[in-house]
Nanobody
Framework: VQLQASGGGLVQAGDSLRLSCTAS????????MGWFRQAPGKEREFVAV????????YYADPVKGRFAITRDNAKNTLYLQMNNLKPEDTAIYYC???????????????????WGQGTQVTVSS
């Protein structure tokens, strides 16, 4: 599985961005697909993930209410709509996917087998 991420950029605090992640294969009902981010000097952290089985989305607390995942099944594409961006959202954002996760593991980057290239998001104050 190959993941192609895009959509990063430089914005001001309060602005919005939308990231895209397209999978090279058709997403199955067992697929988890989502986003992590890594700021300079910090570890990669969970942002949000979507589970095609049941259609549920899970968010990290710092982004709840500001970020939202949507998808286009026909394009095997997941979107991360990021609103009211803050300087602390500045990071490289990575798309990740896996087909064998359990719910207790979805926030653990080590559990994901497939990764896209990162896309830089920079939010100025």
């Amino acid at each position: 599985v190959q993941l192609q991420a895009s959509g990063g950029g430089l914005v001001q605090a309060g602005d919005s961005l939308r990231l895209s992640c397209t999978a090279s294969v058709r997403t199955s009902s067992r697929f988890f697909m989502g986003w992590f981010r890594q700021a300079p000097g910090k570890e990669r952290e969970f942002v949000a993930v979507y589970n095609w089985s049941g259609g549920r989305t899970y968010y990290a607390d710092p982004v709840k209410g500001r970020f939202a995942i949507t998808r286009d099944n026909a394009k095997n594409t997941l979107y991360l709509q990021m609103n009211n961006l803050k300087p602390e959202d500045t990071a490289i954002y990575y798309c990740a996917a896996d087909s064998r996760l359990i719910l207790s593991s979805i926030r653990n980057a080590d559990e994901y087998d497939y990764w896209g290239q990162g896309t830089q998001v920079t939010v100025s104050s």
